[in-house]
C-alpha cells in the first residue's frame, strides 16, 4: 500500500482571478484583441450539449469494465508498458487520468469562452479551488465496478500537490470514496514526491506493487512516455500519431481513450517548437493546419 503524499511545492493561498485575468472584455484596454470566434466554443458546446458525447462516453466506460473483468482473469495481462518484469504483483490496479476522463472541467473552458481568454494557471487554480467539476459520463460506474471486483483505482493527474485537496473533497462530493492518504495515497499529483508532469515515473510506482489492468485517460501522455526516444522533444502531430500507431494492440483492449476537443498535448503540437505566442499567430498557425479544398 502506498501511504503519504509528500509535498514539494509551498501551496499559496488562491485568491479569486483579478480583473486581468478574467477582463470584462466590453472593457479592454484600446488595442487588446480578443477572440470574436473563439476557437474553443464548438468545442465546449460538443462537451456540454451533445448527446455523441454521452453515448461515446458511456460506450467507452463500459468497454472498459468488460476488459477489466477479462485482465482479472488473465494473470499474465498488464496494460503499463512500465511494467515487464513476470510474476506480476498479485494485487490489481488500474489507472486513470483526472481531468476530462473523471472530472467534467468544461464549464472552466466555458467561462474562458465567455470571457474570450486563453487558458492561464491563476484562473484554473480558483476554478480547481472551487471543487465544482462534474463527472464524465460512465466514469463513476467504472470506478465502482473496478472496486467491487477489489481492484484499486489509481488517479493520475498533472494536477498540482497543492491542488490535491480540492481535488479530493471533489472527487468525495461527486461520489468518489477515497481511501485516507495516510494509509493509501490513491492520488498522485505532480510536484508530490518530486514527480514532474511526465507520468511515467508514477505509473512505474504504481506498477512496482499492482498489476496493472487498464489505464484511462484523454491524451496520449496518459498512456506513454512523453520523452519516447521514438518521437522529437517537440513532436509534430505526424509524430504522435507514429507513436500513437505503435501501439494499436493496446488502444480498446488495455488502454481506453475518452474523448477531449478542447485542448492536450495534441493542441500543444500544433504551435511550431512549442513556443509562447501571441495569441494571433497561435490561432494563425492552427489555421495554417487546417486542410481544406479549392472549388
Same mark, same amino acid.
Given at each position: 500500500?502506498?501511504?503519504?503524499?509528500?509535498?514539494?511545492?509551498?501551496?499559496?493561498?488562491?485568491?479569486?482571478?483579478?480583473?486581468?485575468?478574467?477582463?470584462?472584455?466590453?472593457?479592454?484596454?484600446?488595442?487588446?484583441?480578443?477572440?470574436?470566434?473563439?476557437?474553443?466554443?464548438?468545442?465546449?458546446?460538443?462537451?456540454?450539449?451533445?448527446?455523441?458525447?454521452?453515448?461515446?462516453?458511456?460506450?467507452?466506460?463500459?468497454?472498459?469494465?468488460?476488459?477489466?473483468?477479462?485482465?482479472?482473469?488473465?494473470?499474465?495481462?498488464?496494460?503499463?508498458?512500465?511494467?515487464?518484469?513476470?510474476?506480476?504483483?498479485?494485487?490489481?490496479?488500474?489507472?486513470?487520468?483526472?481531468?476530462?476522463?473523471?472530472?467534467?472541467?468544461?464549464?472552466?473552458?466555458?467561462? #474562458?469562452?465567455?470571457?474570450?481568454?486563453?487558458?492561464?494557471?491563476?484562473?484554473?487554480?480558483?476554478?480547481?479551488?472551487?471543487?465544482?467539476?462534474?463527472?464524465?459520463?460512465?466514469?463513476?460506474?467504472?470506478?465502482?465496478?473496478?472496486?467491487?471486483?477489489?481492484?484499486?483505482?489509481?488517479?493520475?493527474?498533472?494536477?498540482?500537490?497543492?491542488?490535491?485537496?480540492?481535488?479530493?473533497?471533489?472527487?468525495?462530493?461527486?461520489?468518489?470514496?477515497?481511501?485516507?492518504?495516510?494509509?493509501?495515497?490513491?492520488?498522485?499529483?505532480?510536484?508530490?514526491?518530486?514527480?514532474?508532469?511526465?507520468?511515467?515515473?508514477?505509473?512505474?510506482?504504481?506498477?512496482?506493487?499492482?498489476?496493472? #489492468?487498464?489505464?484511462?485517460?484523454?491524451?496520449?501522455?496518459?498512456?506513454?512516455?512523453?520523452?519516447?526516444?521514438?518521437?522529437?522533444?517537440?513532436?509534430?502531430?505526424?509524430?504522435?500519431?507514429?507513436?500513437?500507431?505503435?501501439?494499436?494492440?493496446?488502444?480498446?483492449?488495455?488502454?481506453?481513450?475518452?474523448?477531449?476537443?478542447?485542448?492536450?498535448?495534441?493542441?500543444?503540437?500544433?504551435?511550431?517548437?512549442?513556443?509562447?505566442?501571441?495569441?494571433?499567430?497561435?490561432?494563425?498557425?492552427?489555421?495554417?493546419?487546417?486542410?481544406?479544398?479549392?472549388?
Amino acid at each position: 500500500m502506498f501511504s503519504g503524499s509528500a509535498m514539494a511545492e509551498v501551496c499559496a493561498p488562491i485568491q479569486p482571478p483579478s480583473p486581468a485575468v478574467f477582463p470584462d472584455f466590453k472593457k479592454l484596454p484600446k488595442g487588446l484583441v480578443i477572440r470574436d470566434a473563439h476557437d474553443r466554443t464548438t468545442g465546449v458546446l460538443w462537451f456540454q450539449t451533445a448527446a455523441e458525447y454521452r453515448v461515446d462516453s458511456l460506450a467507452k466506460y463500459r468497454q472498459a469494465a468488460s476488459a477489466l473483468d477479462q485482465a482479472l482473469a488473465d494473470h499474465d495481462w498488464t496494460a503499463a508498458t512500465e511494467q515487464t518484469a513476470k510474476p506480476f504483483p498479485k494485487p490489481t490496479a488500474v489507472i486513470m487520468d483526472l481531468d476530462e476522463t473523471v472530472l467534467d472541467n468544461s464549464r472552466f473552458q466555458g467561462e #474562458l469562452v465567455k470571457r474570450r481568454e486563453g487558458y492561464n494557471s491563476a484562473a484554473w487554480k480558483y476554478w480547481v479551488s472551487m471543487e465544482e467539476a462534474g463527472l464524465v459520463p460512465g466514469a463513476l460506474q467504472f470506478i465502482e465496478h473496478a472496486k467491487a471486483k477489489g481492484v484499486t483505482v489509481f488517479f493520475v493527474t498533472n494536477r498540482t500537490s497543492c491542488m490535491e485537496a480540492a481535488t479530493r473533497s471533489n472527487l468525495i462530493k461527486l461520489g468518489i470514496k477515497l481511501p485516507d492518504p495516510s494509509a493509501s495515497d490513491t492520488v498522485l499529483t505532480s510536484e508530490e514526491q518530486g514527480w514532474t508532469s511526465d507520468k511515467t515515473d508514477r505509473r512505474a510506482y504504481v506498477a512496482k506493487s499492482y498489476r496493472v #489492468l487498464l489505464l484511462i485517460g484523454d491524451d496520449l501522455n496518459d498512456f506513454v512516455a512523453s520523452k519516447e526516444p521514438l518521437i522529437p522533444p517537440a513532436p509534430t502531430p505526424a509524430d504522435r500519431t507514429t507513436l500513437a500507431e505503435k501501439y494499436l494492440d493496446q488502444w480498446g483492449t488495455r488502454w481506453f481513450l475518452i474523448s477531449n476537443p478542447l485542448y492536450g498535448s495534441w493542441e500543444t503540437a500544433t504551435n511550431s517548437n512549442n513556443q509562447k505566442r501571441d495569441d494571433a499567430i497561435l490561432l494563425q498557425e492552427k489555421n495554417d493546419l487546417v486542410k481544406g479544398f479549392k472549388p
